[in-house]
């Protein structure tokens, strides 16, 4: 079984530009998770999706981020400036529904850093 | 304060038991997991326990879980050098949109 594919692996920018990231989940998982881990923290959920609607992007900087999933499978998640302190690992989870045991399988992220 | 808390450190010898700790806030959590990773590599889920259960075995993984003290610990028995990796325990709450919330996680080091 193919697990989440995120792209680009690595991203270098300067501040104030733009940057966009890609995440394909595993084939059938309704629910998809962008979390952003900076160094040495935990990952820090930034938007949950059901199929194509949000659940939940309360921690989702919407002045600068955002994020969608048109179709229900794969999503972007854009940064519009970005700041230095968005240098972080964006991880993109997705899981087969919204259930309390299921397992989120994660990607193996994309580093982002900005200079 | 956080709302999972995990000392940052650990270091054991190869073959000794590892004990990796969790205090969490939430009484209403109804998962809790534990989660590792590895360098470069993202999150994998090990072992979850649900708030009903006490203890949680799954071969060389033991997980035991104080629901009065909102206290998680995560054993390796006969820890090995491919068990090097950062340890995340998490929390699912009941309600709203089941997120699990992360720890800083645990950086675990064997050494030969």
């Known amino acids: 079984e193919a697990g989440v594919a995120q792209s680009p692996r690595y991203k270098i920018i300067e501040k104030r530009q733009s940057v966009a990231f890609w995440c394909n989940p595993i084939?059938?998982?309704?629910?998809l998770y962008w979390y952003q881990q900076i160094l040495g923290q935990g990952p820090k959920l930034l938007i949950q999706?059901?199929?194509?609607?949000?659940?939940?992007d309360s921690q989702l900087p919407k002045d600068r981020f955002s994020a969608e999933r048109l179709k229900g499978v794969d999503s972007t998640l854009k940064i519009q400036p970005a700041k230095l302190e968005d240098s972080a690992v964006y991880l993109c989870?997705?899981?087969?529904?919204?259930?309390?045991?299921?397992?989120?399988?994660f990607g193996s992220g994309t580093q982002l850093s900005v200079l | 304060g956080e709302d999972v808390e995990q000392s940052l450190f650990l270091s054991v010898r190869e073959g000794d038991s590892s004990v990796i700790n969790c205090t969490y806030t939430d009484s209403s959590s109804t998962y809790l997991y534990w989660y590792k990773q590895e360098p470069g590599a993202g999150l994998q889920l090990l072992t979850y326990i649900f708030s009903n259960m006490d203890m949680k075995q799954d071969q060389r993984l033991t997980v035991l879980l104080n629901k009065k003290d909102k206290h998680l610990s995560l054993r390796i028995a006969d820890t090995q050098t491919g068990d090097s990796a950062i340890y995340f325990c998490?929390?699912?709450?009941?309600?709203?949109?089941?997120?699990?919330?992360f720890g800083r996680g645990t950086s675990l080091i064997v050494h030969p």
């Open positions: 999706f059901q199929n194509n609607g949000v659940v939940d």
């Open positions: 998490a929390e699912r709450r009941s309600g709203g949109s089941y997120i699990p919330t």
């Open positions: 084939s059938g998982h309704a629910t």
């Open positions: 989870a997705s899981s087969l529904d919204l259930r309390g045991n299921e397992k989120l399988f």
